[in-house]
């Protein structure tokens, strides 16, 4: 068996009952396809920036309740009523930008659904793309969203390669569900 490494080498390390076990072997690198769900990891990423990913993972639940199940209709329609509400809520993060991102970042998918009809058809549609050109797409059309969090987003969603190591065993279920990153898009030449 190859040797594991980087996030795969620290979680074989934990408790099973450890946030983090769960995370990476349910849900790491795997291929999301509702919108609903996207949108709540890259909210999620956006709340790390400047934190611990296990602070993120121990107020997940948190995060859900305070926005209503990261249904990108209601969060997109949020006032100040509900600004001030979330950051006075101490279960999650309780940052003006982060909050305002997440609020406009909704409204920005919306505008994308119209367009491309779902977040995912969007992310699809510009896949397969570099790192870097990821980046620049994201930035220019997103709040908050540098390179640490794009790459991580696109990583643990199956749009970046890396999210488990080879000798990793959940590599191998992750490879199974088809994720992005193993598919060329057609008549593409970039890979």
Sequence with gaps: ?????????????????NVHVHYHDKEYGFPIDDDNHLFARL???INQAGLSWTTILNKKDNFFRAFDDFNIDKVAR???????????DAGIIRNRLKVDATIENAKTIKAIQKEHGS?????DKHHPMSKEEWVKLFRKTFRFTGGEIVGE???????????????CPIYKKVLKTK???TQKKKGADRG
């Design 119 to 123: 977040f995912k058809d969007w992310l």
């Design 1 to 17: 068996m190859e040797k594991l490494s980087g996030y795969c080498a620290v979680v074989a390390r934990m408790d099973k009952d």
């Design 43 to 45: 909210i999620l990423e």
């Design 78 to 88: 949020y006032g100040e009523k509900q600004r001030e509400r979330l950051l006075a």
């Design 153 to 167: 987003f696109l990583m643990s969603t199956g749009y970046l390669r890396g999210a488990h190591s080879e000798g």
């Design 179 to 181: 994720p992005a990153w």
